[in-house]
C-alpha cells in the first residue's frame, strides 16, 4: 500500500504547557525507572496515561485529528544527530510534537532543535553523508548516501548557513550537511510545544557547548490512519 505524507511549516506556541504541568511531567520521569536506548539516551512510556491521553485530544483539537504512535518523556546527555522521526513499519508518517521539560545549566535560546529543508520518506533514518565505517543507529538505518533524500541544496553551509553552522553545529561533520539546508531553528524554550512533520530531517544544537548538561522533553508521535 502506497504511504501518504504531508509537508508543513514546523511550528513553535510558547508556553503551550503550565508550570505544574512541566512539574508533574519532570517529577513523573525522575521517579520512573527508564528504559535506556543507548549511553546518551533514555526514556519512559507515557502512551495510555490520562495525561498522555488529555493531551492528545487537546492536539487533536488544535492541529486535526491522528493516531497517536508513541509518546514518551527522555532525557539526552549529548544532542542527536541529523535524522528523522518516522518508523521502519508501514503506516502513514504524520505529525511530531516536541515539548521541553528541563535543561540542567545554560540559557535555553542558546540551545535549538534545527529544522531542515529536506525530507526522507523511506523509514526511520539517521544522516551520515559520505561515511564509510558502520556506526550505532539503533533502531535506524544509516544513510550515507542522500540519493533519496528530497528537495537537496548544495554548498548552503559554506555560504549562506556558515555562521550558524559554527555556532550551534560544531559536532556536525561537514560532509554530512552537504546537500542540506537549514529551514527553521527553535530554541529549547521549557513549556513550548513544536510541531513538524515526522519525515523532515531534523537536528539538535551542540547544547553541551552551551553549558547544558542534560536536557529532558516529551514527545509525541503520530501517524494518520
Ligand atoms: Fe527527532
Redesign the pocket.
Known amino acids: 500500500m502506497q504511504r501518504t505524507f504531508n509537508e508543513t511549516e514546523p511550528q513553535q506556541i510558547l508556553n503551550y504547557l503550565n508550570s505544574s504541568d512541566i512539574k508533574y511531567l519532570v517529577e513523573l520521569f525522575k521517579n520512573s525507572s527508564k528504559k535506556i536506548n543507548s549511553n546518551i539516551l533514555s526514556h519512559i512510556s507515557i502512551k495510555g496515561t490520562d495525561y498522555a491521553d488529555q493531551l492528545v485530544e487537546r492536539l487533536k483539537k488544535d492541529f486535526g485529528d491522528f493516531t497517536l504512535r508513541s509518546a514518551t518523556i527522555w532525557e539526552a546527555t549529548e544532542p542527536?544527530n541529523i535524522?528523522?522521526?518516522d518508523r521502519l513499519e508501514t503506516g502513514n508518517p504524520h505529525l511530531?510534537f516536541?515539548f521541553p521539560l528541563y535543561h540542567e545549566g545554560g540559557v535555553d535560546t542558546d540551545a535549538k532543535l534545527i529544522f531542515l529543508r529536506q525530507y526522507y520518506y523511506n523509514g526511520a533514518a539517521k544522516f551520515y553523508g559520505g561515511e564509510t565505517e558502520e556506526r550505532d543507529v539503533y533502531y535506524n538505518q544509516l544513510i550515507t548516501d542522500y540519493k533519496d533524500v528530497k528537495y537537496k541544496e548544495n554548498g548552503m553551509w559554506s555560504t549562506t548557513n556558515k555562521s550558524f553552522k559554527e555556532k550551534y553545529l560544531p559536532q556536525i561533520k561537514d560532509r554530512w550537511l552537504e546537500g542540506l539546508s537549514l529551514h527553521t531553528a527553535f530554541p529549547w524554550a521549557v513549556g513550548s510545544m513544536m510541531k513538524f512533520d515526522v519525515c523532515r530531517l531534523?537536528v539538535a544544537s551542540d547544547f553541551r557547548k552551551a553549558g547544558i548538561k542534560r536536557k529532558i522533553g516529551m514527545?509525541l508521535f503520530t501517524e494518520k490512519p
Open positions: 542527536h535524522h528523522n522521526n511530531g516536541v531534523h514527545a
